[in-house]
Nanobody
Framework: QVQLVESGGGSVQSGGSLRLSCAAS????????MGWFRQAPGKEREGVAA???????NYADSVKGRFTISQDNAKNTLYLQMNSLKPEGTAMYYC?????????????????????WGQGTQVTVSS
């Protein structure tokens, strides 16, 4: 059974940095996409960054140049390095995994294309 466990959230001031981790286990996909999503209270879940098993990445325009997604295949761990954080980045952050969509050039940021989710880790950015 697929299990995703996020960690690394916390409280930080505007302009600060955090690194989120997502430990993955139990999946059998040899080709996959993994992504980071966030959801603020009263708002829809939005894609932040995604990476394919072949290393292709995709970022939301709002985080380009500030966030970096990466994966350590030996540790089965997904990371999200977040720099220059802004108060609007306050949200619950989730990691997710889904089968690779070979029709796409880059991994999807659409949460409907992901099938397994972690429980989330809270990020709070104060001004």
């Amino acid at each position: 059974q697929v299990q995703l466990v996020e960690s690394g959230g916390g409280s930080v001031q505007s302009g600060g940095s955090l690194r989120l981790s997502c430990a993955a286990s139990g999946y059998t996909y040899t080709s996959y996409s993994m992504g980071w999503f966030r959801q603020a209270p009263g708002k829809e879940r939005e894609g932040v960054a995604a990476i394919d098993s072949d290393g292709s990445t995709n970022y939301a325009d709002s985080v380009k140049g500030r966030f970096t997604i990466s994966q350590d295949n030996a540790k089965n761990t997904l990371y999200l390095q977040m720099n220059s954080l802004k108060p609007e980045g306050t949200a619950m952050y989730y990691c997710a995994i889904g089968p690779l969509n070979r029709l796409r050039v880059e991994p999807s940021l659409n949460y409907n294309e992901y099938v397994k989710w972690g429980q989330g880790t809270q990020v709070t950015v104060s001004s």
